[in-house]
C-alpha cells in the first residue's frame, strides 16, 4: 500500500518542473499532504512490526525501512524543488524592482553618495596639506642644526688656535676634543629623533 502511495508521489514529483506559477503552489501542497500521509502510515506499520514473530520481525523492519528512506528521498526533493523555485523568484522580482526604478538628480542615495565623496576628499586635502606643513617644520628643524654644527666647528677651531697659541698641554686638548666629539653626537642624536618623529606623524598622517 505505502509502496504504492510512493509511487504516486514520484508521478507527482514530475508534475512541478511542468507546473505554471499559478499552479506549482496547490501541487506542493498536495505532494506534501501524501508525503505526510505516508510517514503516519509508516509509524503505525512499525509499531505493528515490532509484535511480528522473531523469525519475521526483521525482514518486515527491513522493508519499513526501505520505505522510510524512499520517503525522506522524496521529501528532500521536494524541499529542493522548493529552495531553487524560491531563489528564482526572488532574482525575479529584484531584476523587475531594479528596471522599474527611475533615477533622478535629486535621488537621495546619489546625494549621499556624493557628500561622501566630497566629504573624504576635503579630509584628504587636509591630510596633505598638514604632511606639507610638517615636512616644511622638520626641514627648518634640519637646517638649525646643520648651522649649529657649523658654529660648533668654527668654535671648536678657535680654541684649538688659542689652546695652540697658549701652549696648552695634550691633555686639554684631548678633553677639548672629547667635548667637540660629545656636542657632535648629541647633534647627530637630535636629528635622527627628529627625523623619527617625522616618519612616524607622516605614516599616522596616511
Same mark, same amino acid.
Given at each position: 500500500?505505502?509502496?504504492?502511495?510512493?509511487?504516486?508521489?514520484?508521478?507527482?514529483?514530475?508534475?512541478?518542473?511542468?507546473?505554471?506559477?499559478?499552479?506549482?503552489?496547490?501541487?506542493?501542497?498536495?505532494?506534501?499532504?501524501?508525503?505526510?500521509?505516508?510517514?503516519?502510515?509508516?509509524?503505525? #506499520?512499525?509499531?505493528?512490526? @515490532?509484535?511480528?514473530?522473531?523469525? +519475521?520481525? $526483521?525482514?518486515?523492519? !527491513?522493508?519499513?525501512? /526501505?520505505? %522510510?528512506?524512499?520517503?525522506?528521498?522524496?521529501?528532500?526533493?521536494?524541499?529542493?524543488?522548493?529552495?531553487?523555485?524560491?531563489?528564482?523568484?526572488?532574482?525575479?522580482?529584484?531584476?523587475?524592482?531594479?528596471?522599474?526604478?527611475?533615477?533622478?538628480?535629486?535621488?537621495?542615495?546619489?546625494?549621499?553618495?556624493?557628500?561622501?565623496?566630497?566629504?573624504?576628499?576635503?579630509?584628504?586635502?587636509?591630510?596633505?596639506?598638514?604632511?606639507?606643513?610638517? #615636512?616644511?617644520?622638520?626641514? @627648518?628643524?634640519?637646517?638649525?642644526? +646643520?648651522? $649649529?654644527?657649523?658654529? !660648533?666647528?668654527?668654535? /671648536?677651531? %678657535?680654541?684649538?688656535?688659542?689652546?695652540?697659541?697658549?701652549?696648552?698641554?695634550?691633555?686639554?686638548?684631548?678633553?677639548?676634543?672629547?667635548?667637540?666629539?660629545?656636542?657632535?653626537?648629541?647633534?647627530?642624536?637630535?636629528?635622527?629623533?627628529?627625523?623619527?618623529?617625522?616618519?612616524?606623524?607622516?605614516?599616522?598622517?596616511?
Amino acid at each position: 500500500m505505502e509502496k504504492m502511495q510512493i509511487h504516486e508521489v514520484q508521478t507527482h514529483m514530475g508534475r512541478l518542473e511542468k507546473a505554471d506559477q499559478q499552479s506549482v503552489h496547490l501541487v506542493e501542497n498536495e505532494i506534501q499532504a501524501r508525503i505526510d500521509q505516508i510517514f503516519s502510515n509508516l509509524e503505525r #506499520l512499525e509499531i505493528l512490526t @515490532s509484535k511480528e514473530p522473531p523469525n +519475521r520481525r $526483521q525482514n518486515a523492519k !527491513l522493508r519499513v525501512d /526501505q520505505l %522510510k528512506y524512499d520517503c525522506q528521498h522524496l521529501q528532500t526533493a521536494l524541499k529542493n524543488f522548493q529552495h531553487r523555485r524560491y531563489t528564482r523568484e526572488q532574482q525575479d522580482r529584484e531584476r523587475e524592482e531594479l528596471l522599474s526604478r527611475t533615477f533622478t538628480t535629486n535621488d537621495a542615495d546619489t546625494s549621499i553618495a556624493i557628500d561622501e565623496t566630497l566629504q573624504f576628499n576635503t579630509s584628504l586635502h587636509n591630510a596633505h596639506r598638514g604632511m606639507d606643513d610638517l #615636512l616644511g617644520s622638520g626641514s @627648518s628643524v634640519l637646517n638649525g642644526l +646643520r648651522e $649649529q654644527r657649523m658654529t !660648533l666647528k668654527g668654535a /671648536q677651531k %678657535k680654541v684649538l688656535d688659542v689652546a695652540n697659541m697658549l701652549g696648552m698641554s695634550n691633555t686639554v686638548m684631548r678633553l677639548i676634543e672629547k667635548r667637540a666629539f660629545q656636542d657632535k653626537f648629541i647633534m647627530i642624536s637630535g636629528m635622527v629623533v627628529t627625523c623619527l618623529v617625522m616618519i612616524l606623524v607622516i605614516k599616522y598622517l596616511t
